[in-house]
């Protein structure tokens, strides 16, 4: 008679679990925050990827997309110290409109319009003294320069011929380089030299231009032919902020991510709750959610929280009642220590079908 009392009970107490009314207001550890039921503060490195607040460069507020894992509309981002980084619009997942990015002191560093999340038109560059560093006009591909000035406002090019020193990054790399070198009709040409910084005395490699066409490399006497390294811009963190899943610890630190079922949890937990996921029979609207799963040092969940981008309280709680099941965690690691820390990630709703991005992406690149 006990034992079954203790059964009921158990029973009870996770139906009520389970059961219960999600929260519209909440935080995943400290990389991201959801308030006002349908807007979003997400804090991000300078990659793009949602990291936690003390790694964090820069966050980003606004509202939240009803179908599309995004903010939509006006937003801003922000430096880690609070101030306006970035004012410009989201529409249909892409950054549209006019937008500026501004210096820690207030200025605007740079300004102008993007279409379909890309730059467009005329940008104009300022130095953090309110002067203009350069113009440069975007259609397709990489920019013309129009004109640019020194740091002691003495024009360098002017109607798109002249010499440039500019700073570029990679693709998709944080990365910060120097080149300098001539500008004819807007393109580079002749010699470029890449520097590693603005005091190098050994350029990384010269690069020779015909009024834009790339002609060969040279880099440590070895010539190259096959592509161009240099660039007249560089990677910009504010239009590449990935909102499928996070990361956790600062540059230096000695980490290593959480695990499920002794593997990581692209290999082990994504498929497995996408499997469960899979089985949803009810209707369902398209929408996204965000989700937070809190992994003590003792690998228990100490905090589920789910959200929906249209309030689908039914899908929340589906979703929470197959994570309360799902208990084979184990806590990541920092510098040797296993910490209590959370994960984020998001749930497509798409046609009715329901697709965790994270896990689609790593299936397609081990296809």
């Not at 158990?10 to 006002?36: A, H, M, Y």
């Not at 004012?87 to 200025?107: D, S």
């Not at 002691?152 to 300098?180: C, H, P, W």
């Not at 497995?272 to 965000?290: A, F, G, R, T």
Request: charged content about 25%.
């Amino acid at each position: 008679m006990k034992i079954g009392l203790i059964l009921l009970f158990l029973s009870v107490s996770l139906l009520s679990i389970s059961q219960k009314t999600l929260p519209d207001n909440f935080q995943i550890g400290s990389c991201v925050e959801v308030f006002n039921t349908d807007s979003i503060k997400i804090y991000f490195n300078n990659h793009g990827a949602v990291i936690e607040r003390k790694c964090a460069p820069y966050y980003r507020v606004g509202k939240m997309d009803s179908t599309r894992i995004n903010i939509t509309g006006d937003f801003i981002d922000y430096y880690a110290t609070g101030k306006v980084l970035l004012k410009a619009t989201m529409q249909y997942n892409n950054l549209e409109g006019i937008a500026r990015y501004y210096y820690e002191n207030g200025r605007i560093k740079e300004e102008g319009s993007y279409r379909n999340n890309e730059r467009l038109g005329r940008w104009t560059f300022y130095y953090p003294n309110g002067n203009i560093q350069k113009i440069y006009e975007y259609t397709d591909g990489e920019p013309l320069v129009l004109e640019a000035h020194n740091s002691n406002g003495e024009a360098t090019v002017v109607g798109g011929n002249g010499s440039l020193k500019t700073d570029f990054s990679l693709y998709r790399q944080s990365d910060i380089y120097k080149a300098t070198g001539n500008i004819k009709n807007g393109k580079k040409d002749g010699e470029w030299k890449w520097f590693l910084t603005a005091d190098a005395a050994l350029p990384i490699s010269i690069e020779t231009y015909d009024e834009g066409v790339f002609i060969k490399s040279v880099e440590r006497d070895v010539v190259y032919t096959d592509k161009s390294m240099i660039r007249l811009t560089s990677f910009c963190a504010n239009e590449n902020l990935n909102l499928m899943e996070n990361s956790i610890g600062c540059l230096g630190n000695q980490f290593s991510l959480w695990q499920y079922d002794s593997r990581s949890i692209r290999s082990s937990f994504y498929p497995k709750l996408q499997s469960e996921l899979s089985k949803y029979s009810k209707p369902i609207q398209d929408q996204w959610l965000i989700v937070g799963i809190k992994i003590s040092k003792n690998n228990k969940i100490a905090e589920i929280n789910t959200a929906s981008s249209i309030n689908d309280t039914i899908i929340e709680n589906y979703i929470y009642d197959l994570l309360l099941k799902m208990r084979r965690w184990e806590a990541a690691v920092v510098n040797s220590k296993r910490v209590e820390s959370s994960i984020f990630f998001t749930i497509l709703v798409d046609n009715g079908q329901i697709i965790i991005p994270a896990d689609y992406v790593f299936q397609l690149r081990r296809n």
